[in-house]
C-alpha cells in the first residue's frame, strides 16, 4: 500500500467503541452503484481528513464510481441509526505469492466524526475479515501509521497481528 492507504487507517475507530451501553446498531453493506453519491461525500471527508489536495471536485466520486462499476474493488457502507450512513471500507483484491492463493487489502476505513464511536469502524472490519473467510481468501492485509495507536488497538483486539516487514513505497507523480 501506499502513503495515502497508511493514512486512510487512521480514520478507524478506537477499541472501546462497542462499550457504550446504549450504542446504536450499526448495519454494513455493499456500496452499489446507486450509493456512489453517498460513499463519495463519505470518501471526500476522507481525503479532506487527510489533507489530500483534489484539484478536481469531482475526482473522489468518479474514482469510487469506476471502483464499484468495473468490480475492482469491494465498498462497504456502514449505516447508524438516526445518523444515517456514517463510514466506508474500501478493499482490493490481490495475491499472495507466498501462500499461492488470493489476499485482500483493507486500503481504507474511515468513519465520519458523527459516527464515531459507535461501533461503525469495528462493524467495517468485522464485516471485512467475514466476506474474505467466506470468499475464502488467505488473509487481509492493511497498513496504519506508527503513531496511531488507536487504530492498532482496534486491529489488535480484532486479531490482526503487527508483522516485521518494512514497507516501501516510491512515489511517481
Known amino acids: 500500500m501506499n502513503g495515502q492507504a497508511q493514512a486512510a487507517q487512521q480514520g478507524a475507530q478506537p477499541p ?3 462499550s457504550a451501553l446504549d450504542a446504536p446498531a450499526v448495519s454494513v453493506r455493499a456500496a452499489g452503484e446507486a ?8 470518501f471526500r471527508g476522507y481525503l479532506d ?15 469510487l464510481a469506476e471502483r464499484i462499476a468495473k468490480d475492482e474493488s469491494l465498498v462497504l457502507l456502514a449505516d ?7 463510514g466506508f471500507a474500501q478493499v482490493y483484491r490481490g495475491f499472495s505469492s507466498l501462500s499461492l492463493r488470493t489476499a485482500w487489502v483493507l486500503n481504507d476505513l474511515y468513519v465520519a466524526p458523527a459516527g464515531r464511536r459507535t461501533g461503525a469502524g469495528r462493524a467495517l472490519l468485522r464485516e471485512v475479515l467475514r466476506r474474505a473467510r467466506e470468499a ?12 496511531n495507536t488507536v487504530a492498532q488497538g ?6 490482526f497481528v503487527r508483522e516485521e516487514f518494512h514497507v516501501y513505497f516510491h512515489e511517481l507523480g
Not at 49 to 63: I, K, M, S
Not at 80 to 86: F, I, K, L, N, Q
Not at 136 to 147: F, H, K
Open 16 to 18: 472501546a467503541e462497542d
Open 80 to 86: 447508524v441509526p438516526e445518523a444515517g450512513t456514517v
Open 136 to 147: 475464502g481468501v488467505s488473509g487481509v492485509q492493511l497498513e496504519t501509521a506508527y503513531d
Open 35 to 42: 450509493d456512489v453519491d453517498t460513499a463519495a461525500v463519505l
Open 154 to 159: 482496534l486491529y489488535e483486539t480484532e486479531g
Open 49 to 63: 481528513f487527510y489533507e489530500v489536495d483534489v484539484e478536481d471536485p469531482d475526482a473522489p466520486r468518479a474514482f
